[in-house]
Nanobody
């Protein structure tokens, strides 16, 4: 069964950092692209970043460029989202998704989603 599990969220002050993890199981991780999304209360789900199966291609929404970095560790079946210089507007539940197609992972078209991890940026 295809499964992804997010972790690493928490409460952090503005300007702080967090590293989110998306651990995959039940499928050949090396063949799947991974996307990160977030949803704040009362707002629609927003695509944040995605990474191709090889890790050679990445994409970021403009609001996180220069602050967030996506990477993957094939040995650990894990994709990371390093988040630096966090802002209150980054507060949301963060989700990861997996798809064999890079475009689908970036757009959130996959049916494989995790349960989410809460990120709260507040002083």
């Amino acid at each position: 069964q295809l499964q992804v599990v997010e972790s690493g969220g928490g409460l952090v002050q503005p300007g702080g950092s967090l590293r989110l993890s998306c651990v995959a199981s039940g499928f050949t991780f090396d063949y799947y692209a991974i996307g990160w999304f977030r949803q704040a209360p009362g707002k629609e789900r927003e695509a944040i970043s995605c990474i191709s199966s090889s890790g050679g291609n990445t994409n970021y929404v403009d609001s996180v460029k220069g602050r967030f970095t996506i990477s993957r560790d094939h040995a650990k079946n894990t994709v990371y989202l390093q988040m630096n210089n966090l802002k209150p507007e980054d507060t949301a539940v963060y989700y990861c998704t997996a798809d064999r197609k890079y475009g689908s992972a970036c757009l959130g078209d996959s049916s494989t989603w995790g349960q989410g991890t809460q990120v709260t940026v507040s002083s």
